[in-house]
Each structure stands twice: as C-alpha cells, then as structure tokens.
C-alpha cells in the first residue's frame, strides 16, 4: 500500500531530524543483500548506539535538504540505505565494511562528515578508525601511566629506607 502524503511529510521530517543530529551518515548499496543480512547488519549497527535505515531516494534527499545537508546527486541510483552515526562513526563504519568483506554485495557509496561529502574510498577507510571504546582506553592508559610512575618513585626512597633497616637488623642479629 503506498504512503499517503501526510505519512511521507511525516517521514521526511523525522528523516531530517534524525540526519541533522547525527555526526555522520554512510551512504551504501544494499542490492543483493538478504533479509536476514540486512537484520544482522542492523543489529550490529545498533549494538554501538547507531541506527541503519533503508529509505526511498526521494524521500532521503528532501530529509537531507531540510537538514541543511548537501549530498551529491550521484549517490542516489538504485537502492540505498543510510548508516546514521549518533555515537560511533567507527562502528558503524567497521560494520558496513564487515558486511561488504563477507557478502561481497553491500558497497559504499560515501560518506557525509559534517558538513563534507567524502567518496567511497575515504568510507571504507573510516573502518580503520579506532573505536570510542579503544579511544578512551587509550586515553585512560596515557593518563594512568605518569600517575603510575609518580607514585613508583615517591615510593622508592621509602623502599630503600625499609631494605636498609632490615638489613641492619639481620646485621644485628647475627
């Protein structure tokens, strides 16, 4: 049954809502794909905090204009389906990447940073992106470690004080 007007105004809106608040999109070729890939995908997609969305060409590009984002006109032939990154670009991306390695159907379009459209190669390339999980345990480690020295070496006098002190009193001893 088609949409009606009211349903697809509707749509759009909540479309365009959803691509103003999100830090990228990443545009891809699903055609081939099974529903059960498709599923999989989306559940791995969503598992970061991310959604994946199948929608009508025309309908993206008004959610797209009424957002303020720019796509070129070129990525909107045959199907596409929309990684919509809330949280991590990384993830979604690593994803997407997987699931075109595995079926060897899903293709990458391109990629809508911001405000700057990137083609299908830079996509790919975000796969290579460390994730936000792997992010702030780097930066947990690098904090962690001087505060780590630090406390080694205000300890190590009081190490020393204790290793002299118990060797005098084996000396004593014996």
Known sequence: MPLTKTQKEELVSSYAELFSNSQALIFADY???TVA???E???QIRESG???VVVKNTLAKRALADAGLDVPEDVFFGPVAIGVCQEDIAGVAKALNKTAKDTKVLKMRGALLGETFVGPD?????ADLPSREELLTKLVGS?????????NVLAGPM??????L?????QLAA
Request: aromatic share 2%.
């Open 166 to 170: 118990n060797g005098r009193k084996d």
């Open 50 to 52: 991310n959604s994946f």
């Open 122 to 126: 830079q996509a790919t390339a975000l």
């Open 159 to 164: 190490c020393g004080l204790v290793n002299v």
């Open 37 to 39: 890939a498709i599923s």
């Open 41 to 43: 995908l989306r559940g």
């Open 143 to 151: 904090i962690q470690s001087p505060i780590t020295g630090l406390v």
């Open 31 to 33: 055609r081939g794909l």
